[in-house]
């Protein structure tokens, strides 16, 4: 019976042909990787001796190989803060929650795996009658009835997720706890991503609420059902090729790639001199956003290879190298820097070298004076801010592509 995890669920729908094709690809986290779990350990940590949470499976001891988290140990911190603002009290509050639920089918479903024969890989159809769906939810409170449960999931990366009521992994985590807890009636989903930057219009916290769990239950189980039916099945597109495993191996990805690899033709020169259609323009966008993963994770890997001392040479015969240039700059002692402009700078200049940021203005607000940053106390930093700092800002507003 073929298995998937909630953090998959995106993927597999979006791409059915990933269950065929992601097993037999290494998947490396790398640093970033490592950093993301030092964080969700550190949170889960504060939360058992700060707030009494308990963790069914126990934490693990952090590795050894894991980063120095110092310099980031705010994402943790900003996630702590937020579930100590909104767990109701005598609830219970339980980290690092194992959940794992075995799915039937009515009937059995034909599904395609791939398997290796002599060193080739071969394509079997075969017959499987449901799938087990698990996940780890990173936080989770439950009311003493168990007819409402409120969950958090942590993203530590700098890329912006779907929000909560768009993600099939937050779909996925409140089956789970409805198959855990068959009382539930309600279940209430944060993604918590504090590298968002507000500023530029991405929500640090976005929320669902789902009344109907049975409805979702029901939605799910369909879902992955058609997808395992269609397992043969590539799809590149925005969801399923930025995180996929196999997006740099991936037959579909790379012939989309080498479909934008055009020698210019008359006909090419020609057309350049009139505007793209809507259709095409579209797909050009999708395309960026398609091919924007795989290739980070392509220079990444390139950098490995070149600095373990291989040589690589393009199809043109381009040899590709590595130098060491400077990077940008950052100011390690803030307050050091701000007293030293003191005597250079007068004060008009002094202050056009500082970049002021509302999230960072509104958080400051929040730890010095020991308020929540948002909610329904009678003062918080959000609405301090309004009332004594927003006269002196004035907010902008931006464009973002939106799919449907």
Known sequence: MHAFRCSSLDRVIECPGSIALVPLVDDRDGDEGDEGSALHLRAARRLCMEFGATAPDG?????PKWPNISFSQWVADYYVREISEAAPDGWSLEVEVPLAYEFQFEEPVPYVTVEWVDGAPVIRSKLTSGFVLSGHIDSCSINP????????????GYDPVDPADQNWQILGYAVLLKRAYDTLR???????????DEDEGFERVSVVVINDLDAAVATLAARVQDSMRRADELITGRKSCKWCPAAL????AIAEREAMKLKLTAQHLAAIKNKPDDATLADWV????VLAKPMEDAEKMAKERIGAGTDLVATDGTTIGIKTQNGSYTITNPQGMWNTLKELLPEPRRAKCAKWSVTA???NLAEEMNIPKT???PV????????????HVSQGQRKIFTFR
């Open 59 to 63: 934490l693990p001891e952090p590795d």
């Open 145 to 156: 009835d168990a007819t409402e449960a409120i969950g958090w999931d942590l993203k530590t």
């Open 186 to 196: 309600k279940v209430t989903f944060y993604i918590v991503q504090p590298r968002n």
């Open 249 to 252: 191996q991936c037959p579909a």
């Open 286 to 289: 999708i395309a960026s956003k």
């Open 361 to 363: 203005i509104k958080e």
């Open 375 to 377: 909610g329904n106390a």
């Open 380 to 391: 918080t930093a959000e609405s301090l801010f309004d009332a004594k700092v927003r006269l």
